[in-house]
């Protein structure tokens, strides 16, 4: 945050707390210890702390509540910057291959994509009620548990080949 933003948010908490004794030694003061955060950050926390209906300024608290805040302002700039790469790398070198498709996504088959895809519509209420209770005894099993449990590439095994 520039110095002129800084003396911005003071004057703006001087009329709204016109008994903070905000002199020009403790402005220079403040400003070091508040000068890393983006001004951004340090309004909001300003606007929010004043809306929450204090009565005084409890510097610490201030400073507490810009630290997170600016921790969770980069963490949402860093999110965004790596989905933004991922989309970029995407771009410059999509699969090519549905093979090379499904290794990204983390399958190693198209029959193993289906039946995690399956499972997800199952639990989010996406299938019809015949698939739902095609895919009931499947619900909580791992792709090979499945597998091994008789579930073949579509929705599951046919009712009338279920083996006992």
């Known amino acids: 945050m520039t110095k002129d933003e800084f003396i911005y948010w003071t004057s703006w908490l001087k009329v709204r707390w016109p008994n903070a004794q905000l002199g020009e030694y403790t402005v220079k003061s403040l400003y070091k210890d508040f000068e890393i955060f983006d001004d951004d950050v340090f309004g909001k926390v300003l606007l929010d702390y004043f809306d929450s209906g204090n009565e005084f300024l409890d510097w610490s608290k201030i400073k507490r509540l810009c630290k997170e805040f600016q921790t969770q302002s980069f963490s949402e700039k860093a999110q965004q910057i790596r989905e933004q790469k991922a989309l970029e790398d995407k771009k410059q070198d999509p699969p090519s291959s ?6 990204m996504l ?5 029959a ?17 009620d015949w698939q739902r209770k095609l895919f009931e005894p499947f619900k909580d099993l791992s792709y090979d548990e499945a597998k091994t449990k008789g579930w073949r590439y ?3 095994v046919e009712i009338d080949d279920r083996r006992y």
């Not at 549905?98 to 290794?103: E, M, N, V, W």
């Not at 983390?106 to 198209?110: A, E, I, L, N, V």
């Not at 193993?112 to 019809?128: C, I, M, P, S, W």
């Open 98 to 103: 549905l093979q090379s498709y499904l290794k």
């Open 154 to 156: 579509g929705i599951g």
């Open 106 to 110: 983390g399958y190693k088959t198209f």
């Open 112 to 128: 193993e994509a289906v039946f995690y895809k399956t499972k997800d519509l199952y639990k989010y209420g996406g299938l019809r």
